[in-house]
């Protein structure tokens, strides 16, 4: 079994999240499952008929983090699981160096969250501005996004305010399977963005994955409020409490720079 615990190490340390099953009992006490996020897996409960139950009840499981035993019923026995969810650190990626991303970056941090900001601008991506971020990355977003883990435990937020830096990026975060995508713009402007991007081929469910005009609607103004306004919605979509249905534009701040 030495080969899933080595897939199950290399799962974590590129950032994948991964679910190992062990049974407990039954068959064959010991035999291992190993789930990942990309849908592969590695090893087999006995009988199938267990490793199938298994396979079909814990896809929830691949993004908690939790560890928990379970008991199935198969051919008449009881056979208990020990089921553990190995999630990568959580990422906010951050298109667009400007006033509010500051703030951004240390409520990110407080939660967590490995924090790189994307900027084509020498004069705003500077570490004066951004000393508590963790990557600061000068270029342009959609050729720096693919070579950046985007998986579900990342969030990505634009607030770069250009179609020129935005829309190209966008693309790359639609096209990845980044657990939140959000971006800053009026609800006008949001809709003009969509437009463009079924022009370029995306669906109305790929778009619906967008938060746009980002943050719940708490009436902040200033960059700080907006911030904390996008970090809420974030957590609330974590937490399976999306609130779209009720929040309306957000406008960022004029100073956003």
Request: one cysteine or more; charged letters at 25%; glycine letters at 8%.
């Amino acid at each position: 079994m030495s080969g899933i615990h080595d897939q199950l190490l290399a799962a974590i340390e590129q950032e994948q999240g991964a679910l190992l099953a062990t049974q407990m009992s039954g068959d064959k006490p010991g035999a291992k499952l190993l789930l990942l996020d990309d849908g592969t897996s590695r090893g087999q409960l006995v009988p199938e008929a267990l490793d199938q139950q298994v396979r079909a009840d814990v896809q929830s499981m691949l993004n908690t983090g939790e560890a928990t035993s379970r008991s199935y019923e198969v051919d008449g026995a009881t056979v208990d699981v020990y089921l553990e969810s190995h999630l990568p650190p959580r990422r906010m990626v951050i298109v667009g160096a400007v006033h509010t991303a500051i703030h951004l970056v240390a409520f990110a941090r407080e939660f967590g969250c490995h924090t790189t900001v994307v900027d084509a601008r020498e004069m705003f991506a500077t570490r004066e501005r951004f000393p508590h971020a963790d990557e600061l990355l000068i270029g342009w977003p959609d050729e720096i996004m693919p070579d950046l883990n985007l998986g579900p435990q990342t969030d990505i937020v634009m607030l770069a305010h250009d179609p020129k830096f935005e829309d190209p990026a966008m693309e790359v975060a639609l096209k990845s399977r980044a657990g939140y995508i959000g971006a800053m713009g009026s609800k006008n402007t949001s809709a003009a963005r969509d437009e463009r991007l079924k022009a370029r081929g995306f669906s109305d469910e790929q778009i619906a994955r967008i938060h746009g005009p980002v943050g719940l609607n708490l009436g902040g103004k200033t960059p700080p409020e907006i911030a904390i306004s996008i970090m809420a919605e974030i957590v609330a979509v974590r937490r399976g409490k999306d609130q779209r249905a009720s929040s309306s534009p957000l406008q960022p701040a004029k100073s956003d720079q």
